[in-house]
């Protein structure tokens, strides 16, 4: 039973985040003028296919892993378009819109993530209190006096000159460990001091200073969380508090949710080029099948958030400037706009090719990554 929970809900955060992106592109294209001639969900074999009044074909195929736009475009040679048609081809149009068309595509994955989570905070979301354990020994947070039953309540940014004492009435809310484990992800990453507004379990309220100086270093096989000292306490569900915002609020905190993740996730991401994160941390198809699969069955509120933070990665991994992924295709149109012209075909289909043996380099990165992680003893 397990097992098919697992492969539905994989199945599930398959089908979502690839129909938004995809979406994303079409809707684009749709606005833009431009005839789109085929939307699939999967690679192989189609086993259902609709042809809709404008020539639009929609295909779902055998291999749900991904899936793709086809455009009219007359620089594909396999095309061969009516004079009355040429208007409506890709190539034809601007570079601004040729260029919205491609990014219309993460940011579709980002907006799926900001609706995802505005859902879950107008239906009601339980949140582990940010009340703090003892601290390990020689972190910071102990030399601060930081200890256990502390909540931290408050949370203010440190300018790099900082020389004064931060001031209660500018120090921002934090409503849950959640919170705070992003914020302090987001600091720890930009290498920025902050203040925590802490309050103990008297009442008494007093502030904690961690100046840059004393921040870790993001390094693979490194936990900043232990560094810094400041880890949750688990408390039971009864003694957690439900976040729940109206519509218009929901949505506000929710944006500001996905633009920190995003933030965080871009310098991890970055990170792998710069030796501070690792390779290893790299996920397959198993891992996601696996994150989906439990938290499917925690419930649907948990599995709405994985979906978001799926979706911000799917937006940002696309982004990426490597042939094959959206972000080439806008590092091609950076190229047009600096140059004056566009990129020749032979060039591109030579990058296309360095980039397609790339990515299948990184996919069987990741799948071994996976057969380590579930099968080894």
Known sequence: MQAL????????????????????????????????????LGFGKPLFTYRANNGTEWVLAS???????????????????????????????????????VAAGPFAN????????????????????????????????????????????GWQYLSSNYSSTPILEEFDSVPSWNALRWLLLDAVTREQGFALELQNI??????????????????PESDPFQTLGL??????????KELKLGPLDALGFASQRVYLITKVSLRLMLGLF?????????????SIADMAGKSAQVGWQPFAAFLAL?????????????????????LYDAWELVA?????????????????????????????NDLQRYLSP
């Open 202 to 219: 008297s009442g008494g309220r007093r502030i904690a200073t961690f100046r840059q100086a004393d921040l870790p270093s993001i390094a």
């Open 310 to 330: 799926m979706s911000i990665s799917i937006g940002l991994l696309n982004l990426v400037p490597l042939p094959m992924l959206d972000g080439g295709q806008l």
């Open 63 to 101: 291999i749900p892993l991904g899936g793709y736009v086809k455009l009219l475009d007359g620089r594909d040679s396999q095309q061969t378009i009516p004079a009355d048609e040429r208007a409506q081809s890709f190539d034809v149009k601007p570079l601004w819109q040729r260029s919205l068309i």
């Open 110 to 153: 980002f907006l799926l993530a900001v609706m995802l989570f505005s859902v879950i905070y107008v239906s009601g979301a339980p949140q582990l209190p940010a009340q703090l354990q003892t601290p390990p020994e020689q972190s910071i947070a102990a030399k601060l006096g930081v200890v256990v039953g502390d909540q931290v309540i």
């Open 231 to 240: 880890l949750p306490q688990i408390s039971p569900p009864s003694e957690w």
């Open 5 to 40: 929970i697992t492969l539905a809900a994989f199945l599930v955060t398959l089908g979502v985040l690839v129909s938004f992106h995809e979406y994303g592109h079409f809707l684009a294209a749709r606005l833009c003028g431009v005839k789109v001639l085929r939307f699939a």
């Open 274 to 286: 710069t030796g501070k994160t690792t390779l290893k941390q790299l996920g397959g198809p198993l």
């Open 340 to 368: 004056g012209k566009r990129m020749s075909l032979s060039l591109q289909e030579k990058l296309q090719k360095v980039g397609f043996l790339l990515l299948i380099s990184l996919s069987l990165l990741a799948l071994f």
